[in-house]
């Protein structure tokens, strides 16, 4: 962050100082004290196991140079504010704002925000890789992680210097309002919507609601700055209308009017896809005219990755990296995040698929065709699937056909963990599994010990489920572990 005093940090978030106004804050913005280095700004967050104003004066003594807190903090040095959280949102608009005022012509930083009701975390890692070349490692800032809500995204916007380049914002949501809110705080110079889908669905009571609220990305993003909207997507392409005057809008997809779009896609037996990119002649801005093509081979695991690609290249090429830097770029690019797609090949001739940071009724769906045809014709499919969140009134619904598409795609071994992911099993009993090709237990460890004992060589396995399920230590587990009779050998 840019070194502030303890005034300025009192008057960006309309706080009560109990400091010295010239204390100086030269380190990182930090909400947990284990992370605290000499001159950082720890930020007293109440949850609801801990409260972080219990931290504060480790922090102090680990080196923090100011505490930004909700209450009086005795001998320590505080900015005083009612809500420590909306202060931090506060306080990061108010960095990034200086930062863009005092830098010269086109020197600014440059804000790319991204959402979606999936691919958001690929997407922005994606474009770190895209758009590091032309700014150099340090002159650009992407998120770790998925650090996408009213915390996540402020903490990223305080890493702001002015040798900043690009800043990729991850914005998500879980209620009308939340993308509105984070636009506010980083309003993005180029903003693109992926998807809508019924990711949070329970909290948002509808499909259109959260259709919505993945528009107020439209609205946030800066006078005379870039939409990037998915034409494959008709809820997501019918947002165009909302653009501002003077906005450029830019379209990816596989269908033919989309400016920036993928055609010729085949997957390998890898589950990586393949594809030709064209350009439309009126989207690159590195000086050439007329459509432009190149090949495209993708690392990343999984054909739907290729609309996350799509959404990458199109605001690279917006950015003014060429067309076959892009292509280049996206084949070399790797998955940076884990539990999301992560294949590992154990020694013992097992493939596990990781994807077990977080789950919705489309990303589930994506995974398991990838399982199936990663598995062919020729290798044992395994799906591990956990409860979906956060779906309300439709979960029931939605974990039933889960099950169904398990047995559709001929998915040979199906294992639902937790009551939460039950209906599931329900689903492929329904759908015609029989015997033991769909199997229900109870946690993690009933998981653990089935799968250590059944899986064979050659097995595909994928492991997919909300994150609050708990189903990444499995995936952990798997991806390490020889299963249990190798290991007794």
């Known amino acids: 962050m840019i070194e502030l005093t303890a005034a300025q940090v009192a008057a960006a978030t309309g706080g009560r100082l109990h400091a010295d106004p010239d204390v100086t804050v030269t380190g990182a913005v930090i909400i947990d004290s284990r992370d605290t280095g000499p001159g950082a700004l720890f930020v007293a967050l109440p949850g609801e196991r801990v409260d972080g104003h219990d931290f504060a004066a480790r922090a102090v003594a680990a080196g923090a140079a100011l505490v930004l807190a909700g209450r009086e903090l005795d001998g320590l040095p505080t900015v005083v504010v009612d809500d420590p959280q909306e202060a931090l949102g506060e306080l990061a608009r108010y960095v990034l704002a200086t930062v863009r005022e005092a830098a010269a012509d086109g020197e600014a930083p440059r804000v790319i925000g991204v959402t979606g009701s999936v691919g958001k975390t690929t997407t922005k890692d994606l474009l770190g890789q895209l758009l590091a070349p032309e700014a150099g490692e340090d002159a650009i800032i992407v998120p ?31 209620r009308i309002g939340n993308i509105a809110y984070l ?134 090429l917006r950015l003014g990296v060429s067309v076959p830097d892009v292509a280049q770029r996206l084949s070399a690019a790797t998955a940076r995040s884990p539990h999301r797609m992560a294949v590992t090949e154990r020694p013992d001739g097992v493939t596990v698929i990781d994807d077990a940071y977080n789950a919705n009724p489309d990303s589930m769906k994506a995974a398991l065709r990838t399982l199936a045809v990663m598995s062919g014709r020729t290798r044992r499919s395994v799906a591990v699937l956990g409860e979906m969140r956060e779906l309300g009134e439709g979960a029931r619904a939605a974990h039933d056909e889960i099950g169904r598409l ?84």
Do not use: C
């Open 144 to 174: 770790t992680g998925s650090f996408n809500n009213e915390i996540g995204l402020p903490l990223t916007v305080l890493r702001v210097t002015p040798a900043t380049r690009y800043l990729v914002a991850e914005m998500g949501a879980d």
């Open 183 to 316: 636009t506010r705080i980083a309003p993005p110079d180029v903003g693109v919507v992926l998807a809508v889908g019924v990711a949070h669905v329970g909290h948002f009571g509808s499909v259109e609601a959260i259709a919505k609220t993945k528009a107020e990305m439209v609205s946030g993003v800066v006078d005379g700055g870039t939409v990037v909207l998915n034409a494959d997507d008709l809820r997501v392409a019918a947002m165009a209308g909302q653009a501002a005057p003077g906005t450029t809008l830019q379209t990816f997809g596989t269908i033919p009017s989309a400016d920036v779009r993928a055609e010729d896609i085949t997957v390998d037996a890898t589950g990586r896809a393949s594809f030709t990119l064209r350009v439309a002649g009126s989207t690159a801005q590195d000086g050439a005219t007329g459509e432009q093509r190149a090949d495209v081979a993708l690392q990343l695991v999984g054909p739907h990755h290729v609309s996350n690609a799509l959404a990458a290249a199109t605001v690279a």
């Open 406 to 489: 398990v047995v559709r795609l001929n998915i040979k071994q199906l294992v639902v963990v937790g009551d939460g992911a039950y209906h599931i099993h329900e689903g492929a009993m329904q759908e015609g599994s029989w015997g033991s090709e769909s199997i229900f237990v109870p946690d993690l460890d009933a998981a653990r010990a089935m799968l250590d004992e059944s899986l064979e060589p050659g097995d595909v396995v994928l492991v997919k489920s909300s994150l609050g399920s708990g189903l990444w230590e499995l995936g952990d587990h798997l991806s390490m572990a020889l299963t249990a009779k190798d290991n007794n050998k």
